[in-house]
């Protein structure tokens, strides 16, 4: 990846030096670089961000005049509020109930400085909490993967935060189970292998790890619902009820489970114009049909999904882009 975005960096610096023989001056270029952090490679985010990256850039059909945005992968939610504070990505996805526990300082950033310039651009579409086991494996329940083989997914993702409530909510505690702390498509390795019972995944379906392991594989996805699954949703707001239909993943069926949201987020310290212009350009007539024909989640990334789960204040250039076209007061 760094080497991509380096190579375009280089074109860009030969294209501005073009530019200043032919008598153009550097300033009316105005090149601006916008990284936006997804998640790994095998994931939902990743591919999202590529999309977006494409349309909003000079070069989309409706994109942001002088803007070179580049999708960047990570470990996501939480890697990605990181390299926003320290100025490494101008912005990033990460989980609602991430944004909202960097903002306030609570959850999984308790004891922590409060990310207090975390900005909202939009909410982008539900991320659904798969956990993924072999069909074998006899898990018929979250109860069920008490003494198992299960992945969480990396430390510094919004996954292995939610892998732990669920667990929590079960009566289990991470001891309980053999875990292990990989993303999607090494789990899923582990997992067709043998090696594997179960792995957590929060992401929006289908995801391209899950396809390609349920085509070749005999899986399940284990439901999230019950007593226990309630009381999680009464206690932690940021969750909402989903369900994944039938044929989403080959020979499974409709499953039952819970959700947070997908949201893209950025710093105070962006300008308003700047943000403005992206929120603008990314509900553009063009970049919604871009994003409608290139992932199945592009069809809910909707204007008036955007203004949901809004647990942490929205950026200013976006806040004026909402009030205008009426989805904010």
Avoid at 31 to 43: K, P
Avoid at 92 to 106: C, E, I, L, M, N
Avoid at 131 to 147: E, N
Avoid at 198 to 207: C, R
């Amino acid at each position: 990846m760094t080497i991509s975005i380096n190579r375009r960096t280089f074109s860009i610096g030969a294209g501005a030096l073009a530019l200043a023989a032919a008598g153009f001056s550097p300033a009316r270029a105005q090149q601006a670089f916008f990284r936006i952090g997804t998640g790994g490679t095998s994931g939902t985010y990743y591919p999202v961000g590529g999309l977006i990256a494409n349309a909003i850039s000079a070069t989309g059909a409706a994109g942001v005049e002088g803007l070179v945005a580049t999708a960047t992968s990570s470990n996501g939610s939480v890697a990605n509020i990181s390299a926003i504070q320290s100025g490494a990505s101008e912005s990033g996805f990460t989980q609602s109930d991430v944004a909202y526990w960097a903002h306030s300082g609570t959850g999984l950033y308790e004891g922590k400085p409060k990310v207090d310039d975390l900005r909202l651009i939009a909410t982008l579409y539900p991320e659904t909490i798969h956990l993924v086991a072999r069909a074998d494996a006899g898990i018929k329940s979250v109860a069920d993967l008490k003494g198992k083989r299960v992945s969480l997914d990396e430390p510094g993702s919004g996954t292995i935060v939610d892998a732990r409530l669920v667990l929590g909510a079960y009566g289990l505690a991470e001891k309980d189970v053999q875990p292990e702390y990989l993303k999607p498509g090494p789990a899923g390795e582990r997992l067709q292998d043998g090696a594997m019972d179960a792995y957590f995944f929060v992401g929006g379906y289908p995801t391209g790890a899950i396809v390609e392991l349920a085509a070749t594989n005999n899986i399940t996805l284990v439901p999230i619902t019950g007593p226990e699954a309630d009381k999680l949703l009464s206690e932690q707001k940021f969750f909402s009820t989903d369900t994944v239909p039938e044929g989403t993943y080959k020979n499974v069926g409709e499953t039952k489970t819970i959700s947070v949201a997908a949201q893209w987020v950025t710093s105070a310290k962006q300008t308003d114009d700047l943000v403005y212009k992206i929120v603008k350009s990314l509900y553009s007539d063009e970049t919604q049909k871009a994003l409608q024909a290139g992932h199945a989640k592009g069809k809910l990334i909707t204007l008036q999904y955007a203004v949901t789960s809004a647990g942490i204040p929205f950026h200013p250039g976006a806040e004026k882009f909402y009030k205008e076209v009426g989805t904010l007061k």
